[in-house]
């Protein structure tokens, strides 16, 4: 039976609450930042799986634990994660570490409420708001829609999802049944999430139409324009074109404006998505690559990414100012948005989303934006740019280093060319045993804890690394040292 | 163009970095944890919203501001923010702030990954395995699969997805055009996420099928089998039924072993919707409520909502050995899942999902569970229990409260009547008036900040309040609290 008395441990004894999160804040300084964004340190600490289950003790089990194994199981769990605030982790499109945006992140962990009504977020509904309404501004918007998703990939199912119901209503309520066939139009650079988004959402994986690229991974409008009038002459009906600014693997930016005009002509929804390169917006030097983004009717930007606002930070902006958004989601739950509020219901975003509860992700760019201020973020961007093009220029220099393409954006990708490879280019086995070098490579980075850059096979050519410059702290020393350390792994093979 | 130098402001600079957080961690412990969870502050400061657009001046700028100007907006934010850890925040099914679970959080924000590659996300990959594995056996399974989403909302729709790939796997390729018509059954207390979910994944509301429920709120197995009969006879192809245990409002558990019997005869997946009730199987003397859960073939299961792990930690269980989540799921993006990676690529867990990055979730429960132990949460849930039943109990002794029904579960639904409506049951304008009521009761206690609780209308019923008793704080004294308060603010009405 209930008592006065609240329960043991933690719960309802503030001191000691904060005692233990005073701790391990301490623990998080000294080993996740200090330590975990220090060059000298390791990016990474390998451990086979079976010898990292040990040493972690993973098991969950009836009895609690004392504090000090508590704060020992924090730091043990820092201790083996990888450092991605790393001046050396080069191996996602997300790296370091920005303290504003860190700070956001602990209040809203902290503040711990969902985005869902004006009631319970007060401050977090009228702020999305206004980092959505900066961000379209960015997009060439003086009006429009939006919400912050959980990822890129969800972003991009939104736009998929609100192009159908514009095009057809009924779907919400009869389904693709009542229908006719539909197509969607993608470049094969385009993220895999498109094709993962046309599965989930009924379409089917056969509705992605997939569009040629050119050599640099650019789609090519005119082979866009000729899949529309297959698709046609199939009987399927087209409704979206979902271009891409910022490629995964090349960084590519889609030709928005000749893009736009085959939308205009032909009636479809553009998506733009701009999970990747929709920062360079902030850029005015840069901001050419993604020409005509304005004209799109969707854009999916993650701040997360080359902002280093943190996981996750993803925007799905819209130009629609129909209220689409909750027209095409909304179900007016009566116990969560009841119409007889005492404040203006409009403020009740949450049936905007296919979410029920909604994390906070507006905060964490919101502070890094008022520290920074546009101009501060600009420089990142045009700092990255100017890393990349060093990157590359120092590439040529060097005898083992071969680009894939002079890059456009800050995807830097390219052969490490061992010593007994060079030259040999031409050889029949040539490609393949290339191939084979990326691997033993990344093995041999991974375990040393050195440094982390991922690679991958694409199309027909066989493993090459993808460096990746986003991390705001890098500086030319840290370009200096992925060669030197490439070398230095490499100089046996 | 790049010089060696990091930029301004806290790139680079750990020095600075540290120091904004430590400052910044201050006041999170001031004015979020110690005011946030203490019962003599206010658990809200409303603000009209034009008046708190002013005071939060939320425009993104051009400048950056200065460390002292961002410090002074973050206690802004958490002096407007709503306190979801206070012992009067009643309004929501999550509440409360465990300091364990805020640790976790706090590490997880710090390390910034994403859980798809064993690469990027060792110690996470292995521990969500870890804690899936456990939740699977309160389910009662000794195997399965699972994986974390972004919210309740998101499993429930995985659940219908996953159903459908099983019963056609053709859907993934050749969508829903190439199927059947397909029926899908929950109860009319359903969660309404289940409608969304059938509207984005393209099946269409209309597919939904609404069972009857009792007056308690719990699915009638007989009216779910005529329903199947029905649907059947109508053409279509029944393949999924969604139990609740723990309904949103009334919080009733549907009668799990009469379900499952059904949809053994009929062939049908079972999935329950345990977002709410889940955490229910920690407890010994109040799991019966979920009895025939190991039947189930998925189930959606919540730990931030009764275990006040904090948002989001939404947990999708499978009995699945197959591999379904990966099959159903996997599109084998070739620059993420390298198939010749120096590990076993089974580790890399991030094909299960239709998202690409995806947030850690698992160690803020992992590590509120090692310090608790299952002892310290099931002690937690069985004073949720008690606490609700010490409530209704008092309120049976004081004249203005009528209860909508006894709870089975932490779900206190109940009707304050204001000294003038008292005794006036039957009278033509009774429902109407008491409708009227709480609204005018829940702006009071909103603008006073002394407490927040939700209320809704539900089918024919007028609005009524649902007390959610889950913060694992509370005290007998926070019930009384809100008695005395509901009569304090009610007292003139």
Same mark, same amino acid.
């Given at each position: 039976m209930?008592?006065?008395?609240?329960?043991?441990?933690?719960?309802g004894?503030?001191?000691a609450?904060?005692?233990l999160?005073?701790e391990? !804040?301490g623990?998080?300084?000294?080993?996740?930042?200090?330590?975990g964004t220090?060059?000298?340190e390791?990016?990474?600490?390998?451990? *086979?799986p079976? *010898?990292?289950?040990?040493?972690?003790d993973?098991?969950?089990r009836?009895?609690?634990?004392?504090q000090?194994?508590?704060?020992?199981?924090?730091r043990?769990? &820092?201790?083996y994660?990888?450092?991605?605030?790393?001046?050396?982790?080069?191996?996602?499109?997300?790296?370091g570490l920005?303290a504003?945006?860190l700070?956001?992140?602990? &209040?809203?962990?902290?503040l711990?409420?969902? =985005?869902?009504?004006?009631?319970?977020?007060?401050?977090?509904?009228?702020?999305?708001e206004?980092?959505?309404? %900066?961000?379209r501004?960015?997009?060439?918007w003086?009006?429009?829609?939006?919400? !912050?998703c959980?990822g890129?990939?969800i972003s991009n199912?939104?736009?998929?999802?609100l192009?159908?119901?514009?095009h057809f209503?009924?779907?919400k309520q009869?389904?693709?049944r009542?229908?006719?066939p539909?197509?969607?139009?993608t470049?094969k650079?385009?993220h895999?999430?498109i094709?993962?988004g046309a599965a989930?959402?009924?379409?089917?994986?056969?509705?992605?139409r997939?569009?040629?690229?050119d050599e640099?991974?650019?789609?090519v409008p005119e082979d866009?324009?000729?899949?529309?009038?297959?698709?046609e002459a199939?009987?399927a009906?087209?409704?979206?074109?979902?271009?891409?600014?910022?490629?995964t693997?090349?960084?590519?930016?889609?030709p928005l404006?000749?893009?736009?005009d085959v939308c205009?002509r032909h009636?479809?929804?553009?998506?733009v998505?701009?999970?990747?390169?929709?920062s360079?917006?902030?850029?005015q030097?840069h901001?050419?690559l993604?020409d005509? &983004?304005?004209?799109?009717d969707s854009?999916?930007?993650?701040?997360?990414k080359l902002?280093?606002?943190?996981l996750q930070c993803?925007?799905l902006?819209?130009?629609?100012?129909s209220n689409l958004?909750?027209?095409?989601?909304?179900? =007016?739950?009566?116990?969560?948005?009841?119409q007889?509020?005492?404040?203006?219901?409009?403020l009740?975003?949450?049936?905007?989303?296919?979410?029920?509860?909604r994390r906070?992700?507006c905060l964490?760019?919101w502070?890094?934006?008022k520290?920074q201020?546009?101009?501060?973020l600009?420089?990142?961007?045009d700092?990255?740019?100017?890393l990349a093009r060093?990157l590359? *220029?120092?590439?040529?220099?060097r005898?083992?280093?071969?680009?894939?393409m002079e890059?456009e !954006?800050?995807?830097?990708?390219f052969w !490490?060319?061992?010593?007994s490879?060079r030259g040999?280019?031409?050889c029949p086995?040539?490609e393949?045993?290339l191939? %084979?070098?990326?691997?033993?490579l990344k093995?041999r980075?991974v375990?040393?804890?050195?440094m982390?850059?991922?690679?991958?096979?694409h199309?027909? =050519?066989g493993?090459?690394f993808?460096?990746?410059?986003?991390n705001?702290?890098?500086?030319?020393?840290?370009?200096?040292?992925?060669?030197d350390?490439?070398?230095?792994l490499g =100089?046996?093979?």
């Amino acid at each position: 039976m209930a008592d006065s008395k609240p329960l043991p441990a933690l719960n309802g004894n503030p001191a000691a609450a904060e005692a233990l999160l005073q701790e391990v !804040f301490g623990i998080v300084v000294d080993e996740a930042i200090r330590k975990g964004t220090c060059a000298s340190e390791k990016v990474c600490e390998w451990k *086979e799986p079976e *010898e990292l289950k040990q040493l972690l003790d993973l098991e969950l089990r009836s009895q609690g634990e004392s504090q000090e194994q508590i704060l020992e199981r924090c730091r043990a769990v &820092i201790r083996y994660s990888v450092k991605t605030g790393h001046p050396r982790f080069f191996n996602q499109l997300f790296s370091g570490l920005d303290a504003h945006a860190l700070a956001g992140r602990i &209040i809203t962990e902290t503040l711990n409420t969902s =985005q869902y009504t004006y009631e319970i977020a007060p401050v977090f509904v009228l702020m999305e708001e206004e980092v959505l309404k %900066k961000l379209r501004a960015l997009v060439g918007w003086s009006s429009g829609d939006g919400v !912050f998703c959980p990822g890129g990939s969800i972003s991009n199912m939104y736009a998929i999802n609100l192009a159908r119901y514009q095009h057809f209503p009924d779907c919400k309520q009869r389904g693709l049944r009542a229908l006719p066939p539909l197509a969607l139009f993608t470049s094969k650079e385009c993220h895999y999430s498109i094709k993962k988004g046309a599965a989930f959402l009924g379409l089917g994986t056969d509705s992605v139409r997939v569009v040629k690229a050119d050599e640099r991974g650019r789609m090519v409008p005119e082979d866009l324009e000729q899949h529309i009038i297959m698709a046609e002459a199939e009987g399927a009906v087209p409704f979206l074109v979902s271009a891409t600014a910022g490629t995964t693997v090349l960084g590519a930016f889609d030709p928005l404006e000749a893009i736009a005009d085959v939308c205009q002509r032909h009636g479809l929804w553009l998506h733009v998505d701009a999970a990747w390169g929709g920062s360079v917006l902030l850029s005015q030097t840069h901001r050419h690559l993604l020409d005509g &983004i304005q004209r799109a009717d969707s854009v999916a930007w993650n701040p997360h990414k080359l902002l280093a606002a943190g996981l996750q930070c993803s925007a799905l902006l819209l130009r629609d100012t129909s209220n689409l958004l909750k027209r095409c989601h909304g179900a =007016q739950a009566s116990y969560l948005f009841q119409q007889d509020k005492f404040y203006d219901v409009a403020l009740d975003t949450g049936d905007k989303v296919v979410q029920c509860g909604r994390r906070v992700d507006c905060l964490k760019l919101w502070l890094m934006w008022k520290a920074q201020g546009g101009q501060g973020l600009e420089q990142r961007v045009d700092r990255t740019f100017a890393l990349a093009r060093y990157l590359v *220029e120092e590439m040529k220099k060097r005898e083992g280093f071969e680009l894939v393409m002079e890059p456009e !954006f800050v995807n830097v990708c390219f052969w !490490f060319v061992p010593p007994s490879l060079r030259g040999q280019r031409g050889c029949p086995d040539y490609e393949e045993r290339l191939s %084979k070098v990326a691997p033993v490579l990344k093995e041999r980075m991974v375990k040393e804890g050195s440094m982390m850059i991922g690679y991958q096979p694409h199309g027909t =050519q066989g493993n090459f690394f993808r460096m990746v410059v986003a991390n705001p702290s890098l500086t030319l020393a840290d370009m200096d040292f992925l060669l030197d350390e490439l070398e230095r792994l490499g =100089q046996d093979l």
